[in-house]
């Protein structure tokens, strides 16, 4: 490889890096093990809970969708305090605002808080199997 | 299209009650319409363990009828749907117990695996009525039943397992091993064919030994024959004494003679055989080395001089 083209190799190398599609998750690292895919609006609280009021105040405005995938492992899905499902849970529609989120896995906890949704967004999140 | 669209009606004539994603991404994405909205979910209504358990019943009667005709797979199949369709941690359990029975039955894996899966949802919600992130007017089993609830199905996740553990010895058990009765075969490479031609050889070695000997009798009695003759033409000797000391002469020859026709016979057939034996014997004996290799206990022999006082001769020592 000659001096004048190595320049070039490198460029097109940087250029293919920044260019290059990221993972969309290329393991959760999150300590609630939990983790939000970036998106405006959205908002992840560990460990906070909503009150009886909260969960029942009515919702305005166009629902969102919620996805759920498990890394390494397997679990159920628990929004507002009812099941919503066997992870993965694909495009749940939920109304936009602050929902009690937990996911578990028998006695073991994975993830537990406040997750917001905006209005009509799709919110993806991954939880991390310890 | 118009599945979808079925779909949506469904998702709109169903009671409002939870319906769980289902497990597999596959049937989640087929099932994603039929989800019904999380805000209503809270405005469900109450759900009560009376309830619950008035609803479950029937499931429960129509699993128990499918049971008792042996048809294990189809009250799984059963359970397993109606619990989906209500969250119902009770039958997720009877649908594992199911699965357990029909994996049992059929020997199936993935009876089993279904078994566990569906257990594990059950202890899941189980679990879940116990947080206190529980919806308080979301309860499906009376609290004093819970916690035996959660004993049912850790054991039968636990003898689900075993119930697999149980299948995949069975199948990956090596065949008996046959008993070896006896004595040992001896490899076929060559070493009887090694060990009697080398006899052979030794017993032709003997005959040329016997062969030797008769021709050194044969050549001493000439001598003293021709002595004898010289003797009597000196006139040292007389006719009769000649004649006598000629026959016993005469015996010693013959008998030479007789010790090198035999030895000539016992030596030629003896080295022949033996040879011949020899050379098919280490041939087998290559061959044998190339198809199985090594050659830690193959056969030897050794033939060394043996020198005494009074005696000598040749030894033989080997291992065939």
């Known amino acids: ?130 | 299209m118009h599945t979808r669209l079925l779909a949506a009606a469904i998702a709109v004539a169903l009671p409002l009650a939870p319906v769980p994603a289902a497990a597999a991404p596959i049937a989640a994405s087929l099932t994603a319409p039929l989800v019904a909205p999380l805000s209503l979910l809270a405005d469900a209504g109450t759900v009560t363990p009376a309830q619950a358990s008035g609803a479950r019943k029937p499931v429960q009667d129509r699993a128990q009828g499918l049971l008792k005709a042996g048809n294990p797979d189809s009250a799984a199949e059963l359970l397993a749907e109606e619990a989906s369709k209500r969250s119902d941690p009770v039958l997720h359990l009877d649908a594992a117990d199911a699965y357990k029975t029909a994996g049992v039955k059929n020997k199936s894996k993935a009876d089993l695996t279904s078994g566990i899966e569906e257990a594990k949802i059950g202890l899941d919600i189980l679990y879940f009525l116990q947080d206190p992130r529980c919806d308080p007017d979301w309860q499906l089993v009376d609290s004093s039943e819970v916690s035996a609830e959660i004993r049912r199905g850790e054991k039968l996740v636990e003898d689900s397992e075993k119930a697999i553990t149980d299948l995949d010895t069975k199948v990956e058990a090596p065949p008996p091993v046959e008993e070896d009765k006896g004595r040992k075969k001896a490899p076929r490479d060559g070493r009887g064919y090694i060990a009697v031609g080398s006899l052979l050889t030794l017993v032709g070695v003997g005959g040329l030994g016997i062969m030797g000997a008769g021709l050194a009798t044969g050549a001493s009695a000439q001598k003293d024959i021709d002595t004898l003759a010289d003797s009597l033409k000196n006139g040292t000797i007389m006719q009769a004494q000649f004649d006598a000391e000629k026959t016993a002469i005469d015996d010693k020859g013959k008998r030479g003679n007789v010790l090198t026709y035999a030895g000539i016979g016992v030596g030629a057939v003896g080295l022949a055989a033996g040879i011949a034996l020899l050379v098919v014997g280490i041939k087998k004996r290559k061959q044998y080395r190339a198809e199985h290799g090594g050659a830690s206990d193959s056969p030897s022999a050794m033939l060394l001089p043996a020198l005494g006082r009074d005696s000598a001769g040749l030894v033989l020592s080997g291992r065939f």
Do not use: Y
């Open chain 1, 1 to 130: 490889m000659s001096l004048r083209t190595l320049p070039l190799c490198l460029a097109s190398a940087l250029a293919a890096a920044v260019l290059a599609p990221s993972p969309a998750h290329a393991g959760c690292t999150d300590l609630s093990g939990l983790c939000l895919e970036p998106i405006k609006g959205g908002k992840w609280e560990p460990d906070a809970s909503l009150s009886g009021k909260q969960l029942k105040a009515k919702r305005k405005g166009a629902p969102g969708k919620l996805s759920v995938t498990i890394e390494d492992g397997r679990g159920s899905v628990f929004v507002d305090g009812r099941l919503a499902g066997t992870a993965p849970v694909a495009n749940l529609t939920l109304g936009p605002g602050k929902h009690d989120l937990q996911v578990r896995d028998g006695q073991k906890i994975l993830a537990e808080g406040v997750l917001t949704i905006p209005k009509g967004a799709s919110v993806r999140v991954v939880v991390r199997h310890p």
